[in-house]
Each structure stands twice: as structure tokens, then as C-alpha cells.
């Protein structure tokens, strides 16, 4: 079945290290590609999306890539700071129907 | 956007009570949704509400135990019955919107701990 492989935290990092948070899926079709953020103590926010293969999503420095060849969508930014601290989830999802959600990965990043 | 807010943001209940959550987005949404975040754990769809008639449930979750409504295109409310311990987590609402139903916004999400 559909299902999403997320790279285990927690993570800890320097402020302006550079972040890779690795994702993995399982599709039988061509689904859309998401990561969402939850800060503490807030709820899911979309981070960003990518629907087609080779898309890049992008969004407060984060970048994705759909690479239908390896199914992977990693979560890259170059420099995180203290702010980034937070618990990112991959997912994936055909339109109209339920997503599935990765196991999610801690961030830390310490000044 | 879709932006959806969520009664009550937490409580405290003793076991084998029920406590009701309630979901309340601003604009007329086709499909919402009902997932449950267990501590440290990813999020699994319990249900999607359907207007006008019965939820359709995930494997491993029934009517019974998590009875769901969804009188209008904005509003839904999520049962726990009779509580136990297991089911402390974080009961969020969800809807689908945007070009294809392609974007899903989530609720900040209701913390349940059971006593």
C-alpha cells in the first residue's frame, strides 16, 4: 500500500548548518508531495507541495524536489535558525483523498 | 486558505466519560476530516465527516466509539466515548480545499489526556 518513509530524529543542529531531512515513498500512482511543519504547540502548517514529478516546492527557505526516479522528497535548507526548531512530517496524497503522513522528524536548532 | 478553528483546545477527563470536540471552519469546505496524533507519533485519519450523512471510518475505528456529525458544510464535531487512558492524544480537523481539493489545512488541534 501507499506509505511514507521519513528519516528518524531527532535531529540537533547549529544555527546556519545546513539541513537535509530525508523522505521515502511507496505509491502505486502519481500522488502530490507535501511537507507540513507543527511548531510547539501549534497545529500542522503546509510548508510546501510539489504534484508532478521533477516539481520543486519551496517556501521560507526550504526546498523539496519530486524525484519520481528514487521517490524521494527531501527537505533541504541551507541555513536553519533557532525558529526552524520544530516537527516536520512528509506526505503524500491523491486529490481528494487521505493523506498519509510520515512518522515526522524533531528539529532542534541551538544557537 | 481555510481557516478552522477547534472547541476545546484541551481537557482533562476522567475514564469512561465522553467528551465532544468541535470544528468550526471559515468558509464552505466539501470533505473534512478527523485524524488523531498520539504522543510521538505521526498522525492516523480516523474519519472523514460526510455532510449529510454517516462518516466514513478508517480500519480500526467505528461509529461507537467515535460518533461523528457534520450538520453543514462548516461545522463537525468528533465524540470520544467512554475514555480511557489510550485515548489521550491530539484530535485534529481537517479539510480538503483549494484548485482539485489539492491543499489541506489542519486545526490546532484538541489535547485530550485521560485519567
Known amino acids: 500500500g501507499d506509505s511514507v518513509t521519513q528519516m528518524e530524529g531527532p535531529v540537533t543542529l547549529s544555527e546556519e548548518a545546513f539541513l537535509t531531512i530525508n523522505c521515502t515513498y511507496t505509491?502505486?500512482?502519481?500522488?502530490?508531495l507535501f511537507w507540513y511543519v507543527q511548531y510547539p504547540g501549534e497545529g500542522l502548517q503546509l510548508l510546501l507541495k510539489?504534484?508532478?514529478?521533477?516539481d520543486k516546492g519551496s517556501n521560507k527557505g526550504f526546498e523539496a524536489t519530486y524525484r519520481k526516479e528514487t521517490t524521494s522528497f527531501h527537505l533541504e535548507k541551507g541555513s536553519v535558525q533557532v525558529s526552524d526548531s520544530a516537527v516536520y512530517f512528509c506526505?503524500?496524497?491523491?486529490?481528494?483523498?487521505?493523506?498519509?503522513f510520515g512518522t515526522g522528524t524533531s528539529l532542534t536548532v541551538i544557537p | 486558505s481555510a481557516v478552522i478553528s477547534q472547541k476545546p483546545s484541551r481537557d482533562i477527563c476522567q475514564r469512561g466519560t465522553s467528551l465532544t470536540i468541535q470544528c468550526q471552519v471559515d468558509?464552505?469546505?466539501?470533505?473534512m476530516f478527523w485524524y488523531r496524533q498520539q504522543p510521538g507519533q505521526s498522525l492516523t485519519l480516523i474519519a472523514t465527516?460526510?455532510?449529510?450523512?454517516?462518516?466514513?471510518?478508517e480500519s480500526g475505528f467505528v461509529i461507537d466509539k467515535f460518533p461523528i456529525s457534520r450538520p453543514n458544510l462548516t461545522f463537525s464535531t468528533l465524540t470520544v466515548s467512554n475514555m480511557s487512558p489510550e485515548d489521550s492524544s491530539i484530535y485534529l480537523c481537517?479539510?480538503?480545499?483549494?484548485?482539485?481539493?489539492?491543499?489541506?489545512?489542519f486545526g490546532p488541534g484538541t489535547r485530550l489526556t485521560v485519567l
Open positions: 505509491a502505486t500512482g502519481y500522488p502530490s
Open positions: 468558509s464552505q469546505v466539501t470533505m
Open positions: 481537517s479539510v480538503a480545499s483549494g484548485g482539485a481539493l489539492n491543499e489541506q489545512f
Open positions: 465527516a460526510n455532510q449529510g450523512s454517516e462518516a466514513t471510518y
Open positions: 506526505a503524500l496524497r491523491y486529490t481528494g483523498n487521505q493523506f498519509y
Open positions: 510539489a504534484t508532478k514529478a521533477d
